[in-house]
């Protein structure tokens, strides 16, 4: 496995320089009637606080499963498996104790789910379940969880936070609704926030603002943000670093420039064709990427995007039978295609038509 | 939501008026379709045609079948009067007249049998409601153990057996074999506590395993779906502890559903649990209704089924105003 880190970092092993969050070689498995899901293979990235990190990719590429590994949450399924490596502030996740990860859950990391109408408890008042985070964390009185969930309703731009607090998920509107679940997610102040899709079941107005607020939220408490998403835009709009997912695995990886600029993963291509432009010609059609997901149960041989690379074989029988590698320094990519005739594919036929 | 409370106390005065206009109605007219006689039913058949005809007069049975309705109903609502000739017998309200057998007016001796019943509802409802929660949520949250296999098939046996088997194979092993229970007839509750519940135990855990069966298998269904709700996933995020995942979030959803089941259970066990009462030889609203049937006492079996369907009504009304509360997305009004 090569041991290349994020932007230019050390190596890791080298504990006083270790990244807040570094993560390892994750691998998640869950194993089913069908047969073994092989969620996220050997999967490895760093971030650093007060930075920002997008995963993309398609439903069932791996993303969330990558974010629930993080947090820990995958161990309350019997049937799921997690090996490599995850670090989170010179701190061990992978083989700590449930209660060691139980305690940092909602702490030090915290995260905000797609769906806050299903996220959040029907039964329980909005202000009761932030009242609930913060104690959990803090052995803090009721009448302090109270003014410090109100204070983190109005953070989050919330109107009449006191008559709110009160107020059931169901009798907010969507986007109140995706800021109370950030005010549950920062009542104590994480310095690691996992986004998945947070704007997804938004409208698009609201969307920027939701973004908004998180980017402003994490300049003032300096956290490091993962922001899962399939949305491209949000990535181009708020990620330092990108990762792209196919099949469980990572395909590219680099600064968010550098992938917009010059994605070198066909599948990158193909995400970045699919995305309608306002600033460009209508064209007749987009560009979508052909075909369907992969089976994580029963992935394709060889590099598992090949049946759907239209460049798959031009290098011989590799991508059928050997799985590519993530390779190269800060930009790195797993394709078998050499970096010139991508270079040449991408300029030649791919750029003009995004 | 006064409001909503009289529409729906109002509601339920109309749907117990349904309720005896369609029993009385096949009570009193199927009688007369088939050719057979109330009044004959009443004295028995050595009567003269005397005797008969005054006891037609007496309760009303010559009257126009609408007019004889009208006269159940203000017996129900005012009492009423019952004539024949000099001596005039009044009823109090609720009426619902005399025993063709006994000659008993019917209100004072159903009611003589509620205690009964209620005894026997109120300590199965508390036994199975205990029994199968506990049995369900343990069967979800150890799934697919041997555990939950163990207690999934015990609930399906206690499905699938009758009452009059499990009754009578529990009054044969503890009672006459092993000799831990008294065969004791119904002891009031206000007499003596312990004799009350001695008599009681083996018909409530009888009863209780018929519906704790059932209720385990609720629970367990429901638990295992709200355990894989969103907001579940959420508590886990927050960092709470397990404990208070499954015993405040988890429950407060799974359990919910559970209280209008209860309801309709428990409301259609008051109205008598006829074989369990005939079973363990209780005098309750169910051998009433039992006797009441086996002898063509008509106006006892319309007394029972009235009872048993404002029991229904007025439990379920408690339900609906209940889920206001538990459920907040239920707005009344």
């Known amino acids: 496995m090569s041991t290349d880190s994020l932007a230019g970092l050390t190596l890791p092993g080298d504990r006083n320089t270790r990244p807040f969050l570094e993560v390892k070689d994750l691998t998640v498995r869950f194993e089913t009637d069908d047969g073994v899901v092989q969620a996220v293979s050997n999967s490895s990235f760093v971030v650093e606080k007060g930075k920002t990190l997008g995963i993309v990719g398609e439903s069932g590429s791996g993303k969330s499963v990558t974010s629930l590994a993080v947090l820990g949450l995958h161990r309350t399924r019997s049937n799921a498996k997690v090996d490599g490596q995850i670090w989170l502030d010179d701190e061990e996740l992978v083989t700590a104790t449930d209660e060691q990860v139980r305690k940092l859950r909602g702490g030090k990391m915290a995260m905000i789910f797609q769906d806050p109408l299903s996220a959040m408890h029907p039964y329980f008042t909005v202000g009761a379940q932030i009242v609930e985070a913060y104690r959990v964390h803090h052995g803090a009185s009721r009448k302090d969880a109270r003014t410090r969930a109100i204070d983190m309703l109005a953070r989050v731009g919330i109107p009449q936070p006191e008559r709110r607090f009160s107020d059931y998920a169901h009798q907010f509107s969507g986007g109140m609704r995706q800021r109370a679940m950030i005010a549950m997610a920062l009542v104590n102040n994480p310095k690691l926030l996992i986004a998945d899709e947070p704007t997804t079941a938004l409208d698009v107005t609201v969307q920027a603002q939701i973004l908004d607020l998180i980017r402003d939220l994490q300049e003032e408490f300096g956290s490091a943000v993962i922001m899962i998403t399939h949305d491209l835009g949000v990535v181009a709009e708020l990620a330092d670093d990108v990762l792209v997912m196919y099949g469980g695995k990572i395909i590219e990886r680099g600064p968010a420039t550098a992938v917009f600029q010059d994605p070198q993963h066909p599948y990158t291509w193909g995400l970045l064709g699919s995305m309608p432009r306002l600033d460009r010609d209508v064209r007749e059609r987009l560009n979508p990427v052909k075909g369907s997901p992969p089976s994580l149960i029963n992935l394709p041989s060889g590099c598992s995007f090949h049946p759907r690379c239209p460049y798959a074989g031009r290098n011989g029988e590799r991508s059928f039978n050997e799985v590519p590698e993530l390779r190269g320094g800060m930009h790195a990519v797993a394709c078998h295609l050499p970096a010139e005739s991508r270079r040449e594919i991408f300029q030649q036929e791919v750029a003009p038509n995004l | ?333």
């Open chain 2, 1 to 333: 939501m006064l409001a909503y409370l009289i529409r729906r106390i109002f509601n339920a005065v109309l749907t117990l008026l349904v309720v005896t206009l369609v029993t009385f109605g096949i009570f009193f007219m199927v009688p007369k379709l088939t050719g057979s006689d109330p009044a004959l039913l009443y004295i028995g058949k050595t009567a003269d045609a005397v005797s008969l005809e005054g006891i037609r007069t007496k309760l009303g049975l010559a009257d126009p079948i609408i007019v004889q309705y009208g006269k159940f109903l203000k017996g129900l609502v005012v009492g009423r009067d019952y004539a024949s000739g000099p001596d005039v017998t009044h009823c109090d309200a609720p009426c619902l007249g005399y025993s063709f057998k006994t000659e008993q007016e019917v209100t004072p001796l159903l009611l003589s049998d509620i205690p009964v019943t209620l005894s026997l509802a109120i300590g199965a409802a508390v036994l199975w409601v205990l029994i199968g929660v506990a049995t369900g949520v343990l069967s979800a949250l150890r799934r697919g153990t041997f555990l939950d296999r163990a207690a999934m098939t015990g609930a399906l046996a206690g499905v699938s057996l009758p009452i009059y088997f499990t009754g009578l194979l529990a009054s044969a092993i503890f009672i006459y074999w092993l000799g831990w229970l008294p065969n004791a007839l119904y002891t009031p509750f206000l007499e003596n506590p312990l004799l009350w519940a001695q008599g009681l135990i083996l018909p409530w855990i009888t009863l209780a395993f018929l519906f704790a069966a059932t209720y385990a298998r609720l629970t367990r269904a429901n638990m295992l779906e709200t355990l894989g709700e969103d907001y579940i996933r959420t508590a886990r995020a927050k960092g709470l502890r397990e404990r208070t995942v499954i015993g405040k979030h988890a429950l407060r959803s799974g359990l919910t559903p559970l209280v209008t089941v209860f309801g309709l259970d428990f409301g259609a066990l008051l109205g008598g649990a006829v074989l369990t009462e005939a079973v363990f030889n209780l005098r309750g609203l169910g051998y009433q209704a039992l006797q009441g049937i086996r002898q063509n006492d008509l106006p006892i079996i319309l007394g029972v089924t009235l009872i048993a369907a404002f029991f229904i009504v007025f439990i379920n009304l408690i339900v609906d105003l209940l889920y206001g509360v538990i459920d907040p997305r239920v707005r009344l009004g």
